[in-house]
């Protein structure tokens, strides 16, 4: 039986993710590149009503989780790209050209990974299925910049957005704001399918999806219009929770196609969300009581901890992570973390083996490399610091993070024109341009490397130019 419903789901699934990719270009009046261009539009047009979350541990997870979901699809005609928006209401929401944005509200409301892979599959089979493009249709001879202004207002949940779309008679956009965007039935449900068998494809499970969509619907915070901005855009959510719990109690024996190990990255961006851009008290109040339940597990000592040291509590945090060590002995994430506290508590020796061994489970982790070049500069060991740094630069290039312990590394070896090169990158990525200016020239004075020279020179025109635009930077 459990082979039955397995093979009963995955072709239920594919069927539906086949017929869609059957259908021809011909079908939309929007081209590709059309697309593109309302993509780049739409960006400028949310860039000015919205504020992007830039923390780079965030911003990284989102963008893991999103292309891992990306790695289950055919070859796609754009670039995907996820975006994190400082907005507390529930919301979530896909625009032409790859494009897929998820509110700070909605993902501190999440409890796992499944969760939000469930909603990033629902907004990329939007993309891919090219819904909100074919709304656009019968409003073509529109000037893009204008039909986007509105549509993003609209999707943002914008105060005032509603009385903007009925004031423009732009066909569907004159019937008000969910005649504009709100996807049609067929269109949630064509996402929904597609986006199961993307989620069955890369390890997930239908579950989170459905978790996710009970939390949108129970929210009790209304936007001021009354609407909560995902239940605008995205109709038919009762529907769709009755669907994916039907789905789910057909296929509850059935195990994911995929089994990958969901570590804990989850639990760090939230986590770091929360107590950036949450409420301090509530968020240790909570990780707290969770860390002290007696079936606690190690997700819930190690998110205490990240708390805890992100508070500044170190030698706390400390304790929390080798609790959650014990249950979950050499995961990476908890040595990283356990290893960075031990740095900023000055126990270099314990620090420096710790991110040895979490370097040892997962060589990729750039952070880990910092903090271990940081503890060798700590510790005197200023050559193999540098190596580190270096290699670091040449895998991951333009980190200005890293300019500026390459900076002060290079400084102590006495190679006075690298220190100053560094420094005069870090400080151009900071748009502290006086500190910049002074370094770069120092860095001309003792640098022969021809290619050094030729940046310092572009840098420095660039900065002159800035300067003339703006003359109080």
């Not at 929904?192 to 009790?220: C, H, M, P, W």
């Not at 580190?388 to 006495?414: C, S, W």
Request: include cysteine.
């Amino acid at each position: 039986m459990k082979k039955f419903y397995r093979t009963f789901f995955v072709l239920f699934v594919t069927v539906a993710f086949l017929a869609e990719l059957a259908v021809p270009d011909a079908a939309y009046s929007i081209s590709i590149a059309k697309e593109e261009e309302m993509g780049r539009e739409f960006m400028k047009a949310i860039s000015k009503q919205s504020i992007f979350i830039k923390d780079k541990i965030i911003v990284k997870y989102l963008e893991q989780v999103g292309q891992k979901i990306i790695q289950a699809l055919p070859v796609q005609p754009f670039v995907y790209d996820f975006h994190i928006i400082k907005d507390d209401t529930y919301n979530a929401f896909a625009v032409p050209g790859g494009h897929v944005f998820i509110n700070s509200g909605l993902f501190a409301a999440m409890d796992s990974e499944e969760e939000l892979a469930g909603i990033l599959a629902h907004e990329i089979a939007h993309v891919m299925c090219r819904h909100i493009s074919k709304r656009f249709e019968s409003s073509s001879k529109i000037g893009i910049a204008t039909l986007v202004g509105v549509a993003a207002g609209i999707l943002l949940g914008v105060a005032g957005a509603g009385e903007a779309a009925n004031a423009l008679t732009i066909g569907s956009l004159a019937a008000g704001q969910q005649a504009a965007l709100a996807y049609s039935r067929e269109d949630e449900r064509q996402a929904d399918q597609i986006g199961l068998k993307i989620l069955f494809e890369v390890g997930y499970s239908a579950q989170g999806l459905l978790t996710i969509l009970k939390k949108i619907r129970n929210k009790e915070w209304f936007s001021a219009g009354g609407i909560p901005p995902y239940l605008m855009t995205h109709p038919a959510v009762k529907e769709r929770i009755i669907y994916l719990g039907s789905l789910l109690q057909k296929t509850a024996s059935v195990k994911p196609l995929s089994k990958k190990t969901v570590r804990l990255d989850f639990d760090r961006a939230h986590a770091r969300l929360l107590i950036l851009y949450g409420n301090k008290e509530e968020t240790l109040k909570k990780f707290k009581a969770l860390a002290r339940l007696k079936n606690s597990d190690a997700s819930a000592h190690y998110r205490y901890g990240l708390v805890l040291a992100r508070t500044g509590r170190k030698k706390d945090a400390i304790l929390q992570f080798k609790a959650a060590l014990v249950k979950k002995a050499f995961d990476a994430n908890i040595l990283r973390d356990l290893g960075i506290s031990y740095f900023y508590t000055g126990e270099y020796a314990k620090a420096l083996k710790t991110l040895e061994s979490s370097i040892s489970i997962d060589y990729q982790d750039w952070e880990s490399h910092l903090y271990l070049g940081r503890t060798l500069m700590a510790l005197g060991k200023i050559q193999k610091a540098i190596s580190i740094f270096e290699v670091l630069d040449t895998k991951h290039p333009g980190n200005h993070t890293l300019f500026y312990y390459m900076g002060k590394a290079y400084g102590r070896q006495k190679e006075t024109g690298k220190a100053h090169y560094y420094l005069g990158l870090y400080y151009t990525e900071e748009k502290n341009f006086n500190n910049a200016v002074f370094h770069l020239k120092k860095a001309k004075q003792h640098l022969k490397e021809e290619k050094k020279l030729k940046i310092i020179d572009k840098i420095l025109k660039k900065i002159a130019m800035e300067k003339r635009e703006h003359p109080k930077r």
